[in-house]
């Protein structure tokens, strides 16, 4: 069963980092391109960033670009962000999730909230 | 950007009735489309892709069509576990997009 667990969210204030971590496990993770989805708080959802099952492209939406920052551990089947620079308007729920065909996210994560607030 | 326009963006139905979600590209993204449930508190599932292709384990009661701009969500006899928020998205080129939601709500 594929299973996405994501940690490391929390309540940080403007300017600050935070890490995101997504330990995957049910399937073999270095096959698979990766994505981080976002939700603010009763709204829709929003792509954030998408990397290649071997780590060697990324993309992310404009918003985040030069703030955020994907990645991945193939060895501990883990994938992970790194927001620098955080504003109001990232706080939302995170959610990890496989890609598949280049766009279409076939499993996703429980989420994790992250709050930006002073 | 490619935008994703959906509609309604509530809906009320009844159990055991036929719905329709609507959504409409800014240009042609060549039946490259998904269609997601969300329920409260939940993440969201994958339901359809390719604009038509069911995804593994989802009812055959949904069915996805359309092309060029305009898809469409189906869901036929609707089941007390089909009232949720459903979201179409693009896939054709980045950003990855999605239409605002539409919210499947019991009447």
């Known amino acids: 069963e594929v299973q996405l667990v994501e940690s490391g969210g929390g309540l940080v204030q403007p300017g600050r980092s935070l890490k995101l971590s997504c330990a995957a496990s049910g399937f073999t993770f270095s096959d698979y391109n990766m994505a981080w989805v976002r939700q603010a708080p009763k709204k829709g959802l929003e792509w954030v960033a998408t990397?290649?099952?071997?780590?060697?492209?990324?993309y992310y939406r404009d918003s985040v670009k030069g703030r955020f920052t994907i990645s991945r551990d193939n060895a501990k089947s883990t994938l992970y962000l790194q927001m620098d620079s955080l504003r109001s308007e990232d706080t939302a729920t995170y959610y990890c999730?496989?890609?598949?065909?280049?766009?279409?996210?076939?499993?996703w994560g429980q989420g994790v909230m992250v709050t930006v607030s002073s | 950007d490619i935008q994703m326009t959906q509609s309604p963006a509530s809906l009320s139905a009844s159990l055991g009735e036929t719905v329709t979600i609507e959504c409409l590209a800014s240009?042609?993204?060549?039946?490259?489309l998904a269609w997601y449930q969300q329920k409260p508190g939940k993440s969201p599932q994958l339901l359809i892709y390719?604009?038509?292709s069911l995804h593994t384990g989802v009812p055959s009661r949904f069915s996805g069509s359309g092309s060029g701009t305009q898809y469409s969500l189906k869901i036929n006899s609707l089941q007390p576990e089909d009232f949720a928020s459903y979201y179409c998205q693009n896939g054709l080129s980045a950003p990855l997009t999605f239409g605002s939601g539409t919210k499947l709500e019991i009447k």
């Open positions: 240009e042609d993204i060549y039946d490259i």
């Open positions: 990397i290649i099952y071997d780590g060697s492209r990324t």
């Open positions: 999730a496989t890609v598949t065909k280049g766009y279409y996210f076939d499993y």
């Open positions: 390719d604009a038509s």
